[in-house]
């Protein structure tokens, strides 16, 4: 993994996480909403801060929403293992969809895949499991 693209991912999840207060003054249902508009215009403000962070999490909303632009969402596909760094990607993508859904008028889903092995902690299932179905993913 290149250097910035760790800077992103680290920063990005101190935000998500609350440490700097991305979901303050937020409502669970405007967090966890059909659409999650309300994360992409908060991540949007944040990303106007003329700071490393700021230019990071404008650089990931632009690579994504760009994404879904080109391929459309039903030929996007994130992986999702329930880590922390998938934790970050997925709350990017989610907020990355909803203002393609919003500037298309559309309604789609983030597409999933999580890869099951026999080792994996039973916690790490339930979590993956319990955030495909409160997002509204789909798990593929």
Do not use: C, M, W
């Not at 609350?18 to 403000?45: C, D, Y």
């Not at 962070?53 to 329930?82: C, H, M």
């Not at 990017?92 to 919003?102: D, I, Q, V």
Request: aromatic share 8%; net charge negative.
């Amino acid at each position: 993994r290149d250097v910035a693209g760790l800077e992103i991912v680290n920063a990005v999840e101190l935000q998500l996480h609350g440490q700097l207060g991305v979901f303050e003054g937020l409502h669970k249902e405007e967090i966890f909403g059909p659409r999650f508009a309300a994360l992409f215009r908060r991540l949007s403000r944040d990303a106007e801060e003329p700071t490393p962070f700021g230019r990071a999490l404008a650089r990931s909303l632009t690579i994504l929403r760009d994404t879904l632009r080109l391929y459309g969402p039903e030929r996007v596909v994130a992986s999702f293992n329930g880590g922390k760094d998938a934790v970050v990607i997925l709350h990017l993508s989610l907020a990355a969809l909803a203002a393609h859904n919003e500037a298309t008028g559309g309604d789609a889903r983030l597409r999933v895949i999580f890869f099951e092995t026999d080792d994996e902690f039973p916690e790490i299932d339930a979590f993956v499991r319990e955030t495909v179905e409160r997002s509204r993913l789909e798990l593929v």
